[in-house]
């Protein structure tokens, strides 16, 4: 299955229920700070509105529950990576986003033979304090000539302005959050989106 080249992160199901109907077909929903309860009730909302709209559903972090509610996707960053059991996560036949942010994060991310590498912060991001600088277009490039086929999810700081510049370095997906949630008009800068990295697109 290729991915879209458009990559929102949201937080909750509701902002699936929202957006997902402007063509969105590939999402992840990051939940911090909730109960477990809550957690896996969140999980399964979004799986089930992913699969009425034809959505491939990233569940970040909690792949215990990606597994109990038949999700097939899971995204981890590197201190998630510690403590999750990858060898359950295969045995389930569920795919593999990781993060990285270095080199030595890169390699290990490789010998995991993920469905996707994410790396970020591309640019500056308002989401959360990170102790890497912004990694800049020239990192973008060297990664992809790294990674080869896998695909390459540029992350942090993106906005539709800078779009084409960061497929133009060798991203082959990009991942946005706050240029979507914190916008006026969410729906709006969505089709943006949609536009920007789906051009020729029939956007159904």
């Known amino acids: 299955m290729t991915l879209d080249p458009f990559y929102p992160i949201f937080d909750g199901a509701d902002w699936l229920r929202r ?3 402007l063509g969105i077909k590939l999402v ?3 939940i911090k700070d909730r109960s477990e309860a809550e957690t896996r009730a969140e999980i399964r909302s979004a799986r089930d509105l992913c699969a009425a709209a034809g959505c491939q559903l990233i569940v970040n972090d909690y792949w215990q529950f990606a597994i ?3 999700c097939d996707f899971v995204h981890l960053g590197q201190e998630d990576l510690d403590a999750a059991d990858l060898d359950a996560i295969r045995r389930a036949g569920i795919r593999l986003g990781v993060s990285t942010h270095d080199d030595a994060e890169l390699e290990r991310a490789l010998s995991l033979a993920p469905d996707y590498l994410a790396l ?3 640019y500056p991001t308002l989401l959360k304090k990170m102790k890497w600088s912004p990694q800049g277009l020239e990192k973008v490039k060297e990664w992809k000539r790294r990674v080869g086929a896998t695909p390459l999810v540029a992350i942090g700081g993106l906005t539709v302005e800078r779009a084409p510049g960061v497929l133009a370095a060798g991203a082959d997906i990009l991942s946005v959050v706050t240029d979507i949630t914190l916008n006026a008009d969410p729906a709006a800068r969505t089709r943006d989106w949609i536009a920007a990295t789906r051009p020729t697109s029939s956007k159904d």
Request: glycine share 16%; proline share 17%; no cysteine.
């Open 19 to 21: 957006l997902l109907p």
């Open 28 to 30: 992840q929903l990051r």
């Open 68 to 70: 109990e509610e038949g």
């Open 120 to 122: 970020g912060p591309v």
